[in-house]
């Protein structure tokens, strides 16, 4: 697996440099995971059609409106897929395995696409597959500012509230949960073939 570390980026900018990385796993043959976070933005999935309270910037992945901001982990999955169901799997098994060493109350629920605690969410994922090879990803709140996510319910769910690590009393900085996170996918996705 080859691990790119981008920092802050604005999202436009990652996801026209999310292509390129694209472009080089369809050639290449390997499992690229981007490590990045972006400024203040709400995306949108292709598939909504609501329209919000706040300025949203247009993806092409899965799923409803998701909030990013400074203080929140964002893995993005370039991986070759060939069983894209056994691939889902095995990236929520990577964060079911972070979880359940800090976390365990944290739960994913498949009717929600995220993983929560109660009605708090606190990773969103979305997914895209093209030529047999993934995009997009996970996001996973460590420290955000949850008055800011908090100006919409998170991918549009009501009753839903966005948390975090350290609103959860996880004091891990991000460079730890990233590391940590990059150990149980390497874990989760060593022992066969997607």
């Known amino acids: 697996m080859i691990v790119h570390q981008w920092g802050e980026i604005e999202y436009i900018e990652a996801r026209q440099k999310m292509d390129l990385i694209h472009q080089e796993a369809m050639q290449d043959g390997k499992n690229h995971l981007i490590l990045c976070s972006h400024p203040n933005v709400f995306t949108v999935g292709v598939a909504e059609k609501e329209q919000f309270g706040v300025s949203v910037v247009q993806s092409d992945r899965g799923g409803s409106i998701t909030c990013h901001s400074a203080g929140q982990n964002i ?17 929520l098994q990577s964060f079911e395995k972070f979880f359940a060493k800090h976390l365990p109350s944290v739960k994913y629920d498949k009717n929600q696409s995220g993983f929560y605690i109660q009605n708090r969410k606190i990773a969103s994922l ?10 997009h990803g ?37 460079k730890e949960v990233n590391e940590e996170v990059i150990q149980c996918i390497e874990e989760s996705f060593c022992d066969a073939a997607i």
Request: positive net charge; proline residues 5%.
């Open 126 to 135: 979305g997914f895209r597959y093209s030529h047999g090879v993934s995009l």
């Open 138 to 174: 996970v996001s996973l709140n460590v420290d955000v500012d949850l008055a800011f996510h908090s100006q919409v319910n998170p991918c549009n769910l009501e009753g839903v509230i966005p948390t975090s690590l350290h609103a959860e009393k996880i004091y891990l900085t991000q």
């Open 75 to 91: 893995f993005y999955f370039c991986f070759q897929v060939k069983n894209p169901a056994r691939f889902y799997k095995k990236v």
